[in-house]
């Protein structure tokens, strides 16, 4: 047996090469024969990521993926947020008229739930479903206006005039918004004299439906934005709607007002307007990711049952930033998921 010199290996296998092309996997590839690497190819075989399973662990979920997961799971199930199977609501049917309006009060006593926001983004999207809108800023704070492009503080005449000047007419107060088919009754911090200026006027409850009374056969819905109290403009307001919408931060101290206010709308069904009722309990500023909104969630579900709408709206950058551009988020943001939240809401509004 020759020694092998110091530039050839001791076994010409040991070096043909990988798997599959080597002495252990199938014959040696020699120098001396250019058929044999092809026909080794053929034995050769592409990795799946079977095969792979177990070389390194996999990167583990965010919570907004997790919350992407489920959410997904729920809609292919039919199931919503709310942990009900989700309703089927048709298309909104075209109109061949205008009016007479439906007066809905967006009313909750507690600030920060949504009430503005819900007003300026369900009038747009009812708007798009080609319903005329007329949106009543009953704040003093203005803060409807203001999400609308307008500075309250520059009016000249505003709701606060129309209240309490015989010589005003609504027509005369009413803007135009940017958003087509829907118009706007400002306010401003004048409002606030109305309050305790109605108080020695006869009919004092019925002031905002004498006010909107011209203007009804004008538009299919008005949307009332109330103030966070349960004084003399929200009663009005409840006292000219025909359905409440109570916009509900899904958090525990909104929950517990809830009573109160619901108290006070029986109250005016009784004493001043029977044909109120309750259209819906809108969830907002909802965050799938914590335990704390499901938990609001499945309490307000439990107590109040189908008078819950579907539609949920979650906590969202966007809300802000349509605040600040004067636009609702169907214009400013028209693929985002709260604008996809709204025209759900919208449908749903028309559908009840």
């Known amino acids: 047996m020759s020694t092998p010199t110091p530039n050839q290996p001791e076994d010409p296998a040991a070096s043909a090469g990988p798997a599959g092309l080597s002495g252990s996997a199938g014959p040696a590839v020699s120098s001396g024969s250019s058929g044999s690497a092809a026909a080794n190819l053929e034995h050769a075989r592409i990795a799946t990521p079977a095969d792979h399973e177990g070389d390194e662990p ?4 965010t919570r907004a993926e997790r919350a992407r997961m489920r959410a997904k799971e729920r809609a292919e199930s039919g199931i919503g947020p709310t942990g009900r199977p989700l309703r089927e ?30 007003t300026i983004n369900l009038g747009a999207a009812l708007a798009e479903c080609g319903r005329r809108v007329l949106l009543v800023d009953f704040d003093p704070q203005g803060a409807l206006s203001v999400g609308l492009g307008i500075q309250p503080h520059e009016l000249d005449q505003t709701v606060y005039n129309v209240i309490m000047e015989r010589s005003v007419q609504i027509e005369d107060v009413l803007r135009k918004t940017r958003v087509d088919g829907v118009d706007l009754l400002p306010s401003n911090i004048d409002l606030s004299a ?17 006010v909107l009374r011209p203007v009804m056969n004008d538009y299919d819905y008005v949307l009332v934005d109330c103030q966070p ?25 909104s929950l517990r007002g809830v009573a109160l206010l619901i108290d006070t709308i029986e109250k005016v069904q009784e004493r ?26 499945a309490r307000v579900v439990e107590a109040f049952g189908d008078i819950v709408f579907d539609t949920v709206i979650n906590r969202t950058v966007r809300f802000p930033e349509t605040t600040v551009a004067g636009e609702p988020i169907t214009t400013w943001a028209p693929k985002s998921a709260g604008a996809a939240a709204y025209r759900a809401l919208a449908r749903e509004v028309i559908a009840r």
């Open 58 to 61: 996999e990167r583990p979920l």
């Open 89 to 118: 609501i048709p298309e909104p049917p075209p109109l061949e008229r205008h009016g007479p309006a439906k007066v809905l009060a967006m009313c909750n006593q507690k600030g920060g739930v949504g009430k503005t926001t819900s």
């Open 194 to 210: 109305a309050e305790v200026q109605l108080v020695a006027e006869v009919g004092r409850e019925h002031t905002l439906l004498r």
């Open 229 to 253: 109290s349960l004084g003399l403009l929200t009663v009005n307001a409840l006292t000219a709607a025909d359905g409440v919408i109570i916009p509900l931060e899904c958090e525990f101290f």
């Open 272 to 297: 001043l307007n029977p044909k109120l009722d309750i259209t819906g309990i809108l969830a907002t500023m909802y965050d799938p990711r914590t335990l704390h909104s499901k938990e609001v969630m």
